[in-house]
């Protein structure tokens, strides 16, 4: 199994940047395919980016791609994302999940494992 705790969440104004990481237990850590999902007030949680358990395949939503990286070191079983350029409608909680899986999904339901979220807040 794995534990995922997520930090570097805050308030940041329109244009600036952030950088999310989430720290992962357990020994298998770089078998694992690591993605970022958020959810904003009322919507769906949504997928943000992915990676594979190598690093050496990432994924991007649209609406991030260019903006975001998504990135890994299993050597500190950490994940992280870089959130840069960042607007008002990216504000959500952030949720780091983690599938032993070699196929990466982006889908919130191909995710077993999650971390309790950390909330990103930007004004305009």
Known sequence: QVQ???????LVQA???LRLSCA????????Y???????????????VAAIS???????????????FTISRDNAQNTVYLQMNSLKPEDTAVYYC??????????TPDGYDY?????QVTVSS
Do not use: C, H, N
């Open 4 to 10: 995922l705790v997520e930090s570097g969440g805050g």
């Open 15 to 17: 244009g600036g940047s």
């Open 24 to 31: 992962a237990s357990g020994r298998t850590f770089s078998s």
């Open 33 to 47: 395919a690591m993605g970022w999902f958020r959810q904003a007030p009322g919507k769906e949680r949504e997928f």
């Open 53 to 67: 358990w190598s690093g050496g395949s990432t994924y991007y939503a649209d609406s991030v791609k260019g903006r």
């Open 97 to 106: 999940a983690a599938e032993d899986t070699i196929v990466v999904v982006t």
């Open 114 to 118: 999650w971390g309790q979220g950390t």
